[in-house]
């Protein structure tokens, strides 16, 4: 491409030839000097504000707070504060009005021009060279003015006073001289221009009215893939996305002609080679050459970008919501489970059918909100022998809403013998229900849909499938299904990680995942684990004797102190312990209370509850142990719900041993018989 095949107008920083006169440059618009508009929020982060500099070529931003501009940030200054071997992890969520410069020059728009001169231009050392912001009379943002501009100004002015002065000697050689300086102008402004075009980040180019592409830079032909050199007039219709070629064409249709202004909109693009990225064109019409101009960013990550941070919000809602909703059900389940328990020891017959059926709903209950936790909270990965049937079950209780919902036929087949893994539970799960969604999204037009999931164990090891019978995957795509952020579904139905995690979760177990897929016939995910010889008793469920209680009249001497804020808790608790200690048993409501009777007597267990109110189980655990740190060792907490991760942490640093509700009356004997410092009959 010649030099003269385009010619965008120069900007503020290009040489212009000096006005005739000084009343000419004194008249000069302050806004004609500005380089660039672009400015950041005053309180935004400063690892927002460091992506902000990466995606622009500009040293300098205004800082803004309300629309009104509180300073100028500079990209040195970010530099130096995230820039040494710990200042980003120091820096990086402060605030960007700290990579401010020290002293902003900040002017308005009617400031006279010799006065802007002098306060820019009198600066000394390295705030010479920082950008003035200019602003409206409100303090809002017009943009900012490069020193390299002001001193281009100040010459012209001094040069206009010179010729003023020279134009009485000699008007001829004044002359000369203007024509000299404006045909050196021009030419490095064409000079300018043409760097400009060919160095630009931004893809620019030239469209005929029917939308061929006549002229592009190399930016522009990296982001649509095109040869070098690229196709002659190359239609760009061509590339974008069926649904969206006529709001393109339309477009093209309303800027001809000057009808429209310069005009940005986003398009999805299929590019070869690159699959659909989401592209920003900024278009306006050129008068004087009947073409339009373009200038395309590839938009695709930071779209990305926003959504994950819209799953970060709605995520940390969801982390709330679901545990106060697990703390108020293990509430409500515990007593449930308890009092059938005792009911369960004197009843036989038709009851005891019944009592057995409460039990077990109270039990699945409890199962489904642990599994909704690891959902919103997934645990560590934790390694440990457990039944692969046990986990593929578990999935399909949590997809049996959402097949429902797709009115898809579910079977789930794991057989009658134990399959043995060394794994993650909860990973493992996470791959059961990422492939089983997929598979639910590939039925939805499928008229009769089948979704079925089996396990079982051959000669390589234990393996489960997940097969559907829905639209298949296409032959061109099935090799790169496990890439990360590769999807063939829309950017607001999956972010192309679901299959990549599954991928590296199987991998990482040792194992490994394969498909097989038609179109129009279906797919299967095939995992494969190492298999262990067998489960380790406890893994099992049968490595001990399930306690049986005892006589509920106090035989013994020794007492326990229930500090518990619901009342139904609070007395299905006192009623266990009775029957399992046939003691004493004085009861709180809550931790002042407990202290309280502490003050007064000794006790061979503390039960506690850890969320209260007036004074957490916490707070009452750590005042017992300043005043008896003896008794504040007999001390079990219960919880229907921890919650945060630094409690956890201090729980577990202070060894006391938490019953997360609901639980049985077996696993209340078993985790209170240690502080008893007595083993009771039936419990291993």
């Known amino acids: 491409m010649s030099d003269s095949s385009f010619s965008p107008p120069a900007d503020a920083r290009a040489p212009t030839p000096p006005p005739a006169t000084v009343a000419e440059v004194e008249a000069t618009p302050m806004r004609t000097l500005v380089h660039h508009g672009e400015s950041v929020e005053h309180d935004l982060r400063m690892e927002d504000l460091h992506r902000f500099f990466g995606e622009r070529q500009i040293e300098f931003a205004g800082l803004v707070r309300d629309g009104r501009v509180t300073g100028i940030c500079a990209r040195s200054q970010l530099g130096f504060l995230l820039g040494s071997r710990f200042g980003f992890a120091l820096n990086a969520r402060s605030p960007a009005h700290h990579a401010g410069v020290k002293r902003p020059l900040v002017l308005e728009e009617n400031t006279p021009l010799r006065q802007v001169l002098q306060a820019a231009l009198n600066r000394h050392d390295d705030e010479f060279y920082e950008d003035v912001a200019l602003v409206d009379q409100e303090s809002r943002l017009i943009g900012l003015i490069p020193v390299e501009a002001l001193v281009r100004l100040q010459s012209r002015l001094v040069s206009a006073q010179m010729e003023e002065m020279r134009r009485q000697r000699d008007v001829l050689q004044t002359q000369k001289t203007e024509l000299f300086e404006a045909g ?53 219709d061509t590339l974008v996305v069926e649904p969206e070629r006529p709001a393109w064409c339309e ?9 429209q202004p310069v005009r940005a909109r986003d398009f999805d693009l299929e590019i070869p080679g690159r699959g659909r990225r989401n592209m920003r064109f900024s278009l306006g019409w050129i008068a004087e050459t009947s073409q339009i101009c373009i200038c395309v960013d590839d938009i695709t990550q930071q779209r990305e970008i926003e959504r994950h941070l819209q799953r970060e919000e709605k995520q940390k809602l969801l982390d709330t919501l679901v545990g106060g909703v ?15 328990e005792l009911l369960a020891q004197n009843t036989t017959g038709a009851q005891a059918t019944y009592v057995g059926h409460i039990r077990k709903s109270v039990q699945e209950s409890a199962k489904i909100i642990r599994q909704l936790l690891r959902l919103s909270r997934p645990e560590e990965a934790s390694i440990e022998a457990l039944d692969l049937r046990d986990v593929i079950n578990e999935a399909a209780l949590m997809l049996q809403f959402q097949a429902r919902e797709h009115r898809v036929r579910f079977l789930v087949e794991a057989g009658p013998v134990a399959l043995p893994v060394r794994a993650d539970s909860a990973q493992l799960k996470q791959v059961v229900m990422n492939l089983a969604l997929n598979s639910l999204h ?13 396990a079982g164990r051959d000669v390589t090891g234990i393996y489960f499938t997940v097969r559907d019978n829905g ?13 990360p952020f590769f999807t063939t579904k829309g950017p607001d139905k999956g972010t192309g990680l679901g299959l990549s995690i599954c991928h590296s979760i199987v991998r990482q177990h040792g194992g490994e995942i394969k498909v097989w897929s038609k179109p129009g016939e279906g797919t299967c995910f ?3 684990l190492p298999a262990m010889l ?11 004797t399930p306690f049986r209680l005892g006589l509920a009249s106090p035989t013994s001497q020794r007492r326990v102190l229930v500090v518990e804020d619901q009342p139904v808790i609070r007395n299905f608790l006192k009623e266990a312990v009775r029957h399992l200690y046939g003691c004493h048993v004085d009861e709180a409501a809550n931790g002042r209370e407990g202290l309280a009777l502490l003050d007064r007597r000794d006790y061979d267990l503390i039960i506690s509850d850890i969320r209260m109110p007036e004074m957490t189980g916490p707070e009452f655990y750590l005042r017992l142990k300043d005043r008896r740190p003896e008794q504040a060792g007999k001390v079990v907490f219960v919880t229907g719900y921890m919650g945060q991760d ?6 577990a640093r202070w060894g006391v041993p938490v019953l997360a509700k609901p639980f049985t009356i077996d696993r209340l004997a078993r985790m209170c018989a240690a502080r008893m410092n007595n083993k009771i009959a039936g419990v291993a």
């Open 251 to 259: 477009l093209l249709l309303e800027l001809q002609g000057g009808k």
């Open 326 to 340: 697990a703390h108020e059900l293990n509430n409500k389940l515990t007593p449930v489970l308890g009092y059938a």
């Open 184 to 236: 050196h102008a021009v030419r490095q402004a064409q000079a300018l221009s043409a760097g400009l075009f060919a160095s630009n980040a931004v893809g620019v180019g030239l469209l005929d009215p029917a939308g061929r592409l006549e002229v592009s830079n190399g930016r522009l032909g990296e982001l649509l893939a095109l040869d070098s050199p690229p196709p002659a007039a190359l239609a760009v």
């Open 526 to 528: 095939t995992v494969r």
């Open 646 to 651: 630094q409690l956890q942490e201090d729980i």
């Open 471 to 483: 639209s298949g995957i296409p032959v061109g795509v099935i090799g790169r299904i496990f890439d």
């Open 534 to 544: 067998d489960l380790p008793a406890d893994a099992r469920g049968d490595s001990h």
């Open 442 to 454: 590939a039925m939805e037009a499928a008229a009769q849909p089948v979704l079925h999931i089996g």
